[in-house]
């Protein structure tokens, strides 16, 4: 069972940034694929991107490149999504979640990932 905790979510201007983290139970953390996804009010959960287990690997859908970043420090069983350029259109609840199994094809698909986190909530006001 792997517990995912995320934060770092919050008010930002448009334009602004933030940095959000996820934090996992794990136990080798280096096993597991780490998505983020995130659900706006009365749209469908979204993805965002996704990076492997290693970190080698990222995959991100395609409106959140350039803006959007993905990456890992096994050590601390921490994955981070760093947005830049926020705007309204980015407000939104952010899970991470992951999973033992790595495959582009299936990446952007929520039921590949067996662990979620409870979300946090970001908002960007314009």
């Known amino acids: 069972q792997v517990q995912l905790v995320e934060s770092g979510g919050g008010l930002v201007q448009a334009g602004g940034s933030l940095r959000l983290s996820c934090v996992a139970s794990?136990?080798?953390?280096?096993?597991?694929?780490v998505g983020w996804f995130r659900q706006a009010p009365g749209k469908e959960r979204e993805f965002v991107g996704t990076?492997?287990?290693?970190?080698?690997?990222?995959y991100y859908e395609d409106s959140k490149k350039g803006r959007f970043t993905i990456s890992r420090d096994n050590a601390k069983n921490t994955v981070y999504l760093q947005m830049n350029g926020l705007n309204s259109e980015d407000t939104a609840v952010y899970y991470c979640?992951?999973?033992?199994?790595?495959?582009?094809?299936?990446?952007?698909?929520?039921?590949?990932?067996?662990?979620w986190g409870q979300g946090t909530q970001v908002t960007v006001s314009s």
């Open positions: 990076i492997s287990g290693s970190g080698g690997r990222t």
């Open positions: 979640a992951a999973d033992s199994s790595f495959a582009v094809s299936r990446a952007s698909r929520p039921r590949s990932y067996a662990y």
């Open positions: 794990a136990r080798t953390f280096s096993n597991y694929a």
